[in-house]
Each structure stands twice: as structure tokens, then as C-alpha cells.
């Protein structure tokens, strides 16, 4: 069985400054990690994703996130959040080669304050 | 917008009713997923659909009844269902077969079971 555990509901931060959601993740072989998210009363958009390569993968809107192996992590980061990042942030695994599935987890909601 | 349409947007309905939800995409994918989100849990995959035959279902009960008439529109046909069943159900869609990783959401269809 795959699953992901997002450990926080909420991560409150100020605009300006680092932004973290945690991701940690367990999957029999190889995982593909993804993150995604959510804005107000829109479907999920597709942030970033790691197959293999680097552990730093950048993606949209600013965003990368650290893949490490050994803690079987891919934490999501922003050097400076903005207003604007305030959503739901959902992390997924799928196990490689071909699995069907996409497992998410809750889910966790960033609130960037002014 | 990501090129999937979810309709309705919002929907009610009484344990007893039959209804149906519709989704549609316009991106030339060729596998299609319904998954639902209820507040604080992970998604749930209900179905997939990969090249118009279903390759994953789990465990949903019958009283959800999906269909691909083609491979850009899915339905989910509700009847009887039960109030734990309200939640913002999303359909997506991917290119390449099931087994590619970036999913394109719609909106979600919010549904309400009294």
C-alpha cells in the first residue's frame, strides 16, 4: 500500500517570509512524489513533481521541493510567501512503475498574512 | 481554467433521488478520474478510466455508477445515496494513459445529500 502524511492542517506565515508544508511518504519501490493545489472553489492545479535526478525539483509559481530518501520526506517550500499562495496544498505519491493510483494526502491549508 | 468542466456545480439531493453528475474535457486526454474530498481526509480514487474501460475501482459502493461513453466525458450516476455521502466530488483527466502522473482537475461538483 502507498500513502502520504501531510502532519500539519494549518502553516501560518507572513508575507515575505520562507514558507514549508510537510510531506512525508511510504510506497513499495521507486515513488513518484507530486504536489498540488487547491485555490477557493477550484479543482486541484499541479505544482511540481519528482520522478528521479536531483532531490531539488523547482516548479510554478515559485515553488520547489526537497525529495530525501532516507526520510522518506518531500517537503514543499517558497523562499518568500506571498498573499497569494494562501490555499490548500496537497501532496501524492504513485508507486513506478505503473501504478494507477495516486494517493493523496489531507491536505494542508497555508494562510499568508499581510 | 484547466480544460475539464464540471457540471453542476452545486447539487442537493434527497436520499431517495437519482441523479448525475457530468464531466467533460476538452484537453484530448484519454483517461478520466473521479475522486472525492471530504474536509480533512485525502482524496479518495473512486474510479479510472484509461482509454474509455474502467482499470480502477475501489471499493466505491454500487450505489455510485460511473460511465465513459467516450474518452471526453465521464459520469457519475448517483441513486439512493446516504448522507456521509456528501462531499465535493472532482473529475480529472490525463494524457498518455492512466500511468501519467499530471492530472488536470475541474472545479468539483459540490453535493449535498439531506
Known amino acids: 500500500a502507498q500513502s502520504v502524511a501531510q502532519p500539519e492542517d494549518q502553516v501560518n506565515v507572513a508575507e515575505g517570509n520562507p514558507l514549508t508544508v510537510k510531506c512525508t511518504y511510504s510506497?513499495?519501490?521507486?515513488?513518484?512524489l507530486f504536489w498540488y493545489v487547491q485555490y477557493p472553489n477550484r479543482g486541484l492545479q499541479f505544482l511540481l513533481k519528482?520522478?528521479?535526478?536531483?532531490?531539488l525539483v523547482k516548479g510554478s509559481y515559485g515553488f520547489e521541493a526537497e525529495f530525501n530518501k532516507s526520510q522518506t520526506s518531500f517537503h514543499l517550500k517558497k523562499p518568500s510567501a506571498l498573499v497569494s499562495d494562501s490555499a490548500l496544498y496537497f501532496c501524492?505519491?504513485?508507486?513506478?512503475?505503473?501504478?494507477?493510483?495516486?494517493?493523496f494526502g489531507a491536505g494542508t491549508t497555508v494562510t499568508v498574512r499581510a | 481554467e484547466t480544460g475539464v468542466t464540471q457540471t453542476p456545480r452545486h447539487l442537493v439531493m434527497g436520499m431517495t433521488n437519482k441523479k448525475s453528475l457530468k464531466c467533460e474535457q476538452h484537453?484530448?486526454?484519454?483517461?478520466m478520474y473521479w475522486y472525492k474530498q471530504s474536509a480533512k481526509k485525502p482524496l479518495e480514487l473512486m474510479f479510472v478510466?484509461?482509454?474509455?474501460?474502467?482499470?480502477e475501482n475501489n471499493s466505491v459502493p454500487s450505489r455510485f455508477s460511473p460511465e465513459c461513453p467516450n474518452s471526453s466525458h465521464l459520469f457519475l450516476h448517483l441513486h439512493t445515496l446516504q448522507p456521509e455521502d456528501s462531499a465535493l466530488y472532482l473529475c480529472?483527466?490525463?494524457?498518455?494513459?492512466?500511468?501519467?502522473?499530471?492530472?488536470?482537475f475541474g472545479s468539483g461538483t459540490q453535493l449535498s445529500v439531506l
Open positions: 501524492a505519491v504513485r508507486a513506478f512503475p505503473n501504478d494507477y493510483k495516486l494517493s
Open positions: 519528482y520522478i528521479t535526478g536531483d532531490n
Open positions: 510506497v513499495s519501490g521507486n515513488p513518484y
Open positions: 478510466y484509461s482509454l474509455e474501460e474502467r482499470v
Open positions: 480529472a483527466s490525463s494524457q498518455g494513459g492512466a500511468t501519467n502522473e499530471k492530472l488536470f
Open positions: 484537453l484530448g486526454h484519454n483517461a
